[in-house]
């Protein structure tokens, strides 16, 4: 099954936010104010926020967890761009993908490894710890789990609370691709335009 082709819910605009919107962003968000300025030169919304921005109740909290992920969390911002790429292309989000590309760029991932990661090519870019996690993340997406003998490696290689981190960040991802790709959210201005997901859900193993 494929994401939707065309749009089915569109982010509100930023000009039509009243306060409720506003506080979203300034209570669970860091530097949420540069979007806020109403300045020139305030950088653009994201389309995610304006995705959120239709149900503030239930996308607040859902932002304060994703900010601990992304901002307070204990894994190695490699490590986590290399697992949420990876379920961006196992779920075919374009969203997904095209927004953390940069991120991953920025976290030390490079641009070959990136295409190995799109193109499912094993072109020897991954060492054995890579390797390791992206199995993790294909092993959740298949089937929910990880298996013993990955789980053995794992715990080897990260604390208790790495390996927890690791578990909430492929599994809050797979939901919010779900989402994504279920009202058909285009990527951001300004994102990579030749960031995108390679196949989606049929993508093979990194086994």
Known sequence: MTPAAAPRMRPLPIAEWAEEECELLRGNMARADRYLTGAADAPPVPSILGL???????????????????????????????????????????????????????????????????????????????????????????????????WERLAARFDERRLLELLFVVGSYVCLAMVLNSVGLEPSNGSDPDARPATGPSGTSAQ
């Open 52 to 150: 959120f921005a239709r149900h503030p109740r239930l996308s607040g909290p859902w932002l304060a967890f994703s900010g601990t992920l992304l901002d307070g969390g204990t894994l190695d911002p490699r490590d986590r761009e290399l697992l949420i790429l990876r379920v961006g292309h196992r779920t075919g989000c374009r969203y997904q993908w095209a927004q953390h590309v940069g991120m991953a760029r920025a976290a030390g991932l490079e641009p070959a490894q990136i295409a190995a990661l799109r193109d499912d090519a094993d072109t020897g870019a991954w060492s054995e710890r890579d390797r390791d996690i992206l199995l993790a993340a294909d092993q959740l997406v298949d089937g929910h789990t990880i298996d013993d003998a990955l």
